[in-house]
């Protein structure tokens, strides 16, 4: 049986973390943060996003405190309840660049720009 290729979250968190300069959070998805359809409500990996910018930045305050910010998200799939979701953050030019994924499965691209 052929190898499969590794998934595009898991490029990118294997370059951050040879580059040095990544943060790396899991964490599960909690009953609350589901919506009525029992998907990630889509405000929640803002918030996701956010925390691990925040767990990322040296100086959170001054960073995510900075006005004005442009955010890009991309939802690639949902995160279903119970999943484990890893999370990689790492600088990147002006901003922050994030990825999620949960079994292998991407679900998140995005990035702050200042």
């Known amino acids: 049986m052929p190898e499969q290729a590794p998934s595009r979250a898991l490029r990118a968190r294997l370059l951050a973390e040879s580059l040095g300069f990544c943060r790396l959070r899991s964490f599960g998805v909690r009953p609350h943060e589901l919506d009525p ?3 990630v409500n889509n405000a929640v990996y803002l918030d996701w996003l956010e925390e691990s910018v ?5 100086d959170t305050t001054a960073w ?3 006005l004005p910010r442009a955010y890009r998200l991309e939802y ?3 995160a279903a309840p119970g999943s484990i979701v890893e999370a990689v953050t790492w600088r990147d030019g002006s901003g922050w660049a994030h990825r999620e994924s949960a079994a292998g499965a991407e679900l998140l691209r995005a990035r702050i720009d200042r």
């Open 64 to 66: 995510l405190d900075a």
């Open 37 to 39: 359809m029992n998907h």
């Open 54 to 58: 925040a767990a990322g930045a040296g």
């Open 76 to 78: 690639v799939a949902p």
